[in-house]
């Protein structure tokens, strides 16, 4: 297979992040399949006000590979918070935009180790990057972890909401601010589970990239999905709206946090 264009897009944030303020690049771990090496990318954006804030969060996108509008999604929405960091205030983003390298390079749901990362979370899993990203969703504590994934049997956006009891009050305008560009799933039962107003409520597939069962104060969770066969266009920028609308929803419990 040859490499997916998104590897492209991400040299070319790892480049607007030199000499920058805001962005910042890294790599949490590498492996190698077949004798090819592979890496996990991170990117930190610190936005203005943000570089001693305790408060992080998480976006995670790229684990199933053949939902590539993900990976692009949190690409875009760095590139614009790097031309606006102010739509950022007070926030320490940590975007892991490639959580499946092989899988994206593939085009498959699974990994080229055969199984679906998103299912072997905290089970002591073998596979390389369910380790490193466990390790990281560990030691940094996120105060909110977002998922991004793209669902070919939804007829619209909807979201799993989890963790924190404000976790619903985000995930609600998320949904809304994405109307924009896609409607919102429609009916009573989605991936198998009820719904109600396009939301998923403390129901979830076992293994999941979730934060550790343990971690206090629980954080919010938002499992964020748009229709996979809708334009990949209309997915991006659904998604960036939809994370846009969560930073500002969640700035005045921010706030709070900091005695601001």
Not at 8 to 28: A, M, N, Q
Not at 36 to 46: D, G, I, K, M, V
Not at 69 to 80: M, N, P
Not at 229 to 240: G, I, K, M, N, R
Request: aromatic share 10%.
């Amino acid at each position: 297979m040859g490499k997916h264009r998104l590897f492209s897009l991400v040299d070319d944030l790892r480049e607007r992040s030199i000499g920058s303020d805001h962005l910042f690049y890294s790599e949490i771990g590498s492996f190698c399949h077949d004798g090819t090496p592979y890496a996990l990318p991170r990117f930190l954006f610190l936005g203005p006000g943000a570089d001693d804030s305790p408060v992080r969060i998480a976006i995670f996108a790229g684990i199933h590979g053949d939902e590539p509008e993900t990976t692009e999604a949190a690409l875009e929405f760095l590139r614009r918070l790097s031309e606006n960091p102010e739509r950022a205030r007070g926030y320490q983003l940590f975007v892991y935009p490639v959580c499946n390298p092989t899988g994206l390079e593939d085009g498959t749901r699974h990994s080229r180790g055969g199984v679906d990362l998103n299912r072997e979370f905290w089970q002591a899993s073998r596979q390389p990057e369910v380790y490193y990203l466990e390790r990281e969703l560990g030691v940094l504590a996120f105060q909110g972890v977002i998922s991004l994934h793209a669902d070919d049997t939804a007829d619209g956006v909807y979201a799993f909401v989890r963790g924190a009891t404000l976790t619903e009050a985000l995930a609600r305008p998320a949904i809304a601010a994405a109307e924009k560009y896609l409607p919102r799933a429609t009916g009573e039962v989605i991936d198998n589970f009820p719904a109600r107003d396009a939301l998923i409520c403390n129901h979830c597939y076992d293994g999941i990239l979730t934060h550790p069962a343990e971690l206090r104060p629980v954080p919010f969770e938002i499992i964020f999905e748009t229709p996979n066969l809708a334009p990949s266009h209309l997915q991006v920028e659904a998604t960036v709206a939809a994370l846009d609308r969560i930073l500002e929803e969640y700035r005045p419990f921010l706030a709070i946090g900091q005695g601001l």
